[in-house]
């Protein structure tokens, strides 16, 4: 009898972060799908978002790969910090995606996170949390 992958008690689990449980798998990779569905686009255009190659979130092992995993955390960390004050998960998206921020000559947080600097709109978000101006 073949025990199934997920029983295997000598495969170990993957350890990355995990910002939303729903839009993660329970060995803590993020899926693609469920993120690309949850927020209504297509595999393509969240990689573009990500700042990752049209194909990077096609297969299975470049979704799960750690450029492909780290990006999508640092966007969902990201939208998780605003979604309070925005309203909701959509117009956090939203936020992401379109609102020029100021302090950074008017870049957007999406882009910011393309060129890899995830932690400076953390940072933005953590200062205008504390009362700072933007």
Do not use: C
């Not at 993120?35 to 595999?43: D, G, Q």
């Not at 605003?82 to 882009?111: C, H, K, L, N």
Request: no cysteine; charged share 25%; hydrophobic share 45%.
């Amino acid at each position: 009898m073949t025990v199934p992958a997920s029983q295997n008690a000598t495969r170990k689990p993957r350890r990355s972060a995990t910002v939303a449980r729903p839009l993660g798998s329970p060995i803590g990779v993020v899926e693609a799908d469920a993120v690309a569905r949850r927020f209504n686009m297509t595999k393509p255009a969240l990689a573009a978002t990500l700042g990752l190659g049209r194909h990077a979130l096609g297969r299975k092992d470049r979704a799960e790969a750690a450029k492909s995993q780290g990006r999508l955390v640092e966007m969902l960390e990201i939208i998780a910090l605003v979604r309070e004050w925005a309203g909701s998960e959509d117009a956090a998206m939203s936020w992401y995606r379109a609102q020029p921020i100021p302090a950074f000559g008017g870049r957007t947080a999406e882009a910011i996170v393309k060129d890899g600097n995830a932690g400076l709109v953390r940072e933005y978000i953590d200062h205008l949390a504390l009362g700072g101006y933007a």
